[in-house]
């Protein structure tokens, strides 16, 4: 960070920490003074986020020292090790704090001793966590800090934890005070979720979590839409700090010049790198002479086949038997994408199949034909009698055998592995009957004929594997 964003960052939370006092101190007193054990606990749980402005003050500070020899990957682990300890103090302040309000329950509940001041101060207390939870967001968004952005929500659920209090406070006025003590053990138990919650969050940060498929999707795509990047494998991230680390494999032709593919390799890291969440990406490069875009591409096709049965099934929910035969061939299409995601892992590994001589300019072409095809469906413009139509596209003769070459491996000793790693697609025999039935339910003639081709397309004896 720059030297005017450690600044704003030590502001921010400067601004916690003030705020939280001042909060802590006005409640505390007003409780001590009206007796009332709801007020009290909410005071504390302002003493929580004492605590917390504090660590995060210190932890922002850390965080943002540069590299050094000992530390040579930075240190933003701080952030969420200090939020631990937070979460940790919290947890034990509200089992605290929940514990001394049912003894108070269990002893007889007192009456609230002046009743405006512990009222005022509830509200003054709303109003003051709503200006500072509003303020912290601001700062901790346009700061990318966790820490100031988990300060942030925990003054928005003070804003609950006062109404809770508010309520109990003005029962007792009332003439109800055991309610004042049942709303303080409420705030106990509030602030002992916020604690899990927010410990939770951080443990993944400093376990090294995995950030998600989104991200890693995301990752992917930055490093395809490299010029000269044929292929990518073996795409992972983890966490350090509140910022992600990830390493992937780019697959370049091998006659390309070594100082070519080196820039390559930059080219895509600098790729990955602009994207906001990831703080450094490790590029490794392959030159391979048969690269895995193919398989890739088929991988993303028959996704989409999937998603486009998928949609017709739910499409067809007044003819049952319809929908039945297009969710399992959904089934079918998902269990050859899972197989070829099988295929995408062995050539990482090392190991050659048999698509070479697939051509990619055909296949990226059927592959923009599903997405288009997809669009439609989900539009709801599709009828039937042009959803047999489509299928009858999907599974042509000439996707099965591309499907088949590229699951194909070189060395036919690695077809068992490919068979066991991969999920058991339903048979084509199977799928083919499915549709019989649709068609001997379906009263529109025409409809019945094109489904009774598309029963006979799929009723053919299964290639070996």
Known sequence: ???????????????????????????????????????????????????????????????????????????????????????????????????????????????IRAPALALGTLLLSILGNLILSRYLRRRGEALDSPAILANAVESENDIWTSLAALAGVAAAVAGVPVLDALAGALVGIWIVVGGYRFGRRNIDYLMGASPGPKLLGEIRAAALGVAGVNGVHDVRGHYVGHRVHVELHVEVDEEMRTRQSHDVGGAVRHAVERLPSIDRAFVHVDPVLDSTLVVETLVATERLASRIFSELARGSAGRPALAGAWEILATRALARAERLTVVRRLKGAGWHFAEA???????????????????????????????????????DTAAEDDYRT????????????????????????????????????????????????????LDRPEPPA
Do not use: W
């Open 1 to 111: 960070m720059t030297t005017e964003a450690d600044r704003a960052a030590g502001r921010a939370t400067l601004v916690g920490i003030v705020g939280n006092g001042i909060l802590f101190a006005v409640k505390g007193g007003a409780g001590i003074a009206s007796g009332s054990l709801a007020l009290v606990s909410d005071a504390l749980n302002s003493l929580v986020d004492v605590a917390a402005s504090v660590g995060i003050a210190y932890s922002v500070h850390v965080a943002r020292r540069a590299p050094d020899p000992g530390h040579p990957f930075g240190h933003q682990r701080a952030e969420p090790l200090a939020a631990l300890g937070v979460a940790i103090f919290t947890a034990i302040l509200g089992v605290s704090v929940t514990r001394a309000a049912l003894e108070r329950i269990v002893a007889g509940a007192e009456p």
């Open 406 to 457: 590229a699951t194909t491996p070189l060395d036919g000793s690695l077809t068992g592995s490919v068979e066991r790693a991969s999920p058991p697609a339903p048979l084509r025999s199977v799928v083919a009957e499915r549709f019989m039935a649709a068609r001997d339910a379906e009263q529109d003639g025409a409809l019945r004929e094109r489904l009774g081709l598309l029963a006979a397309r």
């Open 357 to 395: 001589d697939l051509p990619r300019d055909r296949l990226i072409g059927r592959k923009e034909r599903l997405e288009s095809i997809l669009a439609r469906v989900r539009d709801g413009t599709v009828s039937p009698a042009e959803a047999v139509e489509f299928a009858l596209e999907l599974e």
